[in-house]
């Protein structure tokens, strides 16, 4: 049997990712997924982290989510969107993917050298509680969860949404293992009075 570059090319090029204007939030995907790669390599040295095996908690959930979010999945199943919102609906939502993205580029350019795609305690590590650290206390999970969600309710399928749920539920955990993290590493009276003036992950909100 022989090998067609093309019928992997159609696969992997399908479904919401291959119809305009659906086609624009994967143009918006893939390009924040290659500069955050490329991103990761400006990093700190890392001094402790959250065990692998500890990290399942958020990992599993953020991974099914991932596999359920991709088009290819609703392309197995047969999967039909549960609505149409038309172009203007998609290009707002589209634009508010694009804004939940943004608001993570900050976050991580805020950050600086502090930050990991893991959690971890860097080098010289202290809290941060400005730019859009004082506004969440985890911006950039808020933005993806923004961007997770509205793409998912923009693309209309089942699947779709139920991945950017799970996604959501991954991140929220994870911010909650942090929390736990960065409190035993850094000090209740460090990170716990930051914990008590700012809000987790909805801006304006209450912290808790």
């Known amino acids: 049997m022989s090998f067609d570059p093309h019928s992997v090319l159609a696969i992997a090029w399908s479904g919401w990712t291959a119809t305009w204007p659906t086609q624009l939030l994967a143009i918006i995907w893939i390009t924040w997924l290659v500069s955050w790669v490329v991103a990761s390599f400006w990093s700190g040295r890392t001094q402790k982290q959250v065990m692998t095996w500890d990290s399942q908690a958020y990992r599993i959930p953020i991974l099914v989510g991932g596999i359920l979010f991709t088009p290819w999945t609703a392309q197995i199943l047969g999967e039909k969107p549960l609505w149409h919102f038309g172009n203007l609906g998609i290009y707002v939502l589209s634009a508010l993917t694009l804004a939940g993205i943004s608001f993570t580029w900050w976050a991580r350019i805020h950050l600086g050298r502090f930050w990991s795609n893991s959690i971890t305690r860097k080098e010289g590590h202290q809290v941060i509680d400005t730019g859009p650290y004082g506004l ?11 961007g997770m969600l509205a793409t998912g309710i923009a693309v209309g399928t089942v699947t779709a949404m139920l991945g950017a749920v799970l996604i959501s539920l ?28 700012i809000p987790m992950l909805v801006p304006f909100l209450p912290p808790r």
Request: glycine fraction near 12%; proline fraction near 3%; hydrophobic fraction near 35%.
């Open 170 to 197: 991954g991140m929220w955990q994870k911010a909650r293992m942090e929390e736990g993290f960065l409190t035993n590493e850094l000090g209740a009276d460090a990170y716990g009075s930051y914990c008590r003036r």
């Open 136 to 146: 969440v206390r985890h911006p950039i999970y808020t933005g993806l969860i923004a």
